[in-house]
């Protein structure tokens, strides 16, 4: 305390107390997000769980140094606003985006809606999330459109204020499995119960690699998050969108960063062993 009123003293000298303080809180945060990410880089550890801890501390930096701020000028903060009331509202039309994107992002802190590496959709944009703060949200884009998991090449970036009206889907974390819905059409023949215990036969052998780790998974979770277990097991359901045309929707247990390759590889071995039908 007695070398904080020092430097308060020292800092008067120069008639430009609150304006040095603030000067150099911002440059000591810079200096400590910039050492915390240096010395992030240097951990031996993936690549994703490095950005998710510079992406979490530099978001906790970034409201202790709000925090700080706002400390350092409550005083001409509360004197300005009692001195502004008769334009209160105007000033609020016109920072309303901004103060919705912040409250989006607090919003999105507190509910734990996902994390870096999560795969999220809103709107009608859907991809991994790569960063995220106080105003915007980053993804590296999935798709095109929801039948297909492969990047597209392309970041997305869009207002937190879409959190406070949207609703969001997190496909999933990026570290788990999830039960992955794909559609197969396929004509209308006297065999298609023989056709859907052959797609049921492919999707078992080509998810049997993971199929225990799955299970335990999806048991794992039950006792966590304490819901009844989900029937996991691999189905395949039939449905009639034309008089000549069945849907076989199969549902499969897979890893999240998988089910794109996975869906593909059921796809492919099925056509290859029901051309004769074509």
């Not at 105003?135 to 884009?141: A, I, P, V």
């Not at 889907?169 to 788990?176: K, L, M, T, Y």
């Amino acid at each position: 305390m007695i070398y904080y009123e020092n430097l308060k003293n020292a800092l008067n000298w120069f008639g430009t107390e609150k304006l040095w303080l603030s000067l150099m809180l911002f440059l000591v945060v810079i200096c400590i997000q910039y050492i915390l990410a240096r010395w992030i880089e240097r951990w031996k550890i993936k690549s994703e769980t490095k950005r998710k801890w510079r992406v979490t501390l530099r978001n906790l930096i970034s409201l202790l140094f709000v925090f700080l701020l706002f400390l350092t000028w409550s005083t001409e903060i509360k004197t300005f606003a009692l001195s502004l009331v008769a334009i209160a509202a105007a000033v609020a039309i016109s920072v309303k985006e901004f103060i919705l994107c912040f409250m989006g992002g607090v919003y999105k802190g507190a509910s734990g809606l996902f994390k870096v590496g999560d795969c999220i959709e809103i709107r009608s944009f859907r991809g991994d999330v790569l960063d995220h703060n106080l105003l915007s949200t980053r993804l590296k884009e999935v798709g095109p459109g929801k039948n297909f998991h492969q990047y597209t090449g392309r970041e997305v970036v869009f207002p937190n204020s879409l959190f406070l009206s949207d609703t969001v889907v997190n496909e999933g974390r990026s570290d788990s499995f999830v039960l992955h819905t794909f559609s197969v059409f396929f004509k209308l023949t006297p065999d298609f119960a023989v056709i859907e215990a052959r797609l049921k036969a492919i999707a078992k052998d080509v998810c049997f690699p993971f199929h225990q780790e799955s299970e335990l998974y999806f048991s794992k979770m039950s006792r966590v998050q304490m819901f009844d277990e989900p029937a996991h097991k691999i189905k395949v359901s039939v449905n009639i969108p034309r008089v000549s045309e069945v849907e076989y929707v199969v549902r499969i247990p897979t890893p999240i960063d998988q089910r794109g390759p996975i869906e593909q590889k059921i796809k492919k071995r099925f056509l290859n062993e029901i051309a004769s039908y074509l």
